[in-house]
């Protein structure tokens, strides 16, 4: 097969997001047991237990991508079924023109009186937050920012997101950025599995790979 400098900087790319997933950190608010999930995106096609609610979303050269649709008046989610409590969420992640990516949860059914997510890592190319979202059932309700932090997460690059999940207690790493760490009674309830959001124009990407999820003990 004939090399192209195209095809050996496309080859190099996936070798390195590879790599940059080989190290997994620890967990600092328990023990890591059973492994739940593993996605490496493979396959011509989406893995079964996704589904799309809004945007656009497809399976190509290994990795998942992801956008928000302008027709859809609406930013892009989508949601892997996994039922979770108290986990460890890896991924490796890259700004492909996406302005906006959430990695969080809705609580399971009847765990809470409240309508809508139940909160959300929420990553910019300059910044990190971990939000509790409002309850859509009271008017009133607002969205509690419970950690931010400035980081930089230039686009074009990978960077490894390891979020911990432990009873009220969620925390979030990438190396070389500064640790978040946020608190709130009802982030202990049962999950349904991984909510995902992208915001951006059309064809403005958030690029995933590498994605494992283990129990949190």
């Known amino acids: ?8 900087v496309g080859i190099a790319g996936v070798l390195f997001a590879r790599a940059i997933s080989g190290s997994t950190p620890a967990p600092i608010e328990g023990t890591r047991g ?5 996605e490496s995106f493979e396959a011509a096609t989406l ?14 050269g290994g990795r998942l991508h ?23 969420i890896q991924l490796d992640f890259n700004f492909s023109g996406a302005t906006m990516f959430h990695l969080g949860f809705d609580p399971a059914a009847g765990e809470l009186k409240k309508q809508g997510h139940l909160f959300a890592l929420v990553i ?7 939000t509790e979202q409002p309850d859509k059932a009271d008017p009133k309700s607002q969205a509690v920012v419970h950690a931010k932090a400035a980081a930089k997460f230039t686009p074009g690059e990978w960077f490894t997101l390891t979020l911990e999940v432990n009873g009220e207690t969620v925390v979030a790493r990438v190396a070389g950025k500064p640790t978040l760490r946020a ?8 999950k349904p599995g991984l ?3 992208v915001g951006g124009t059309d064809g403005r990407e958030i690029l995933l790979d590498n994605l494992k999820v283990w129990a949190l003990e």
């Open 66 to 88: 992801a956008s928000q649709l302008a027709s859809d008046h609406h930013i892009g989610a989508f949601r892997k079924q996994l039922p979770l409590k108290n986990c460890v």
């Open 34 to 38: 059973a492994l739940l999930l593993e």
């Open 124 to 130: 910019t190319p300059e910044s990190w937050t971990i």
């Open 195 to 197: 909510v995902f959001r």
């Open 47 to 60: 893995p079964k237990g996704w589904s799309r609610n809004t945007g656009k979303l497809g399976v190509a």
């Open 1 to 8: 097969m004939k090399l192209t400098l195209g095809s050996v």
């Open 183 to 190: 608190t709130a009674k009802d982030f202990k309830v049962k």
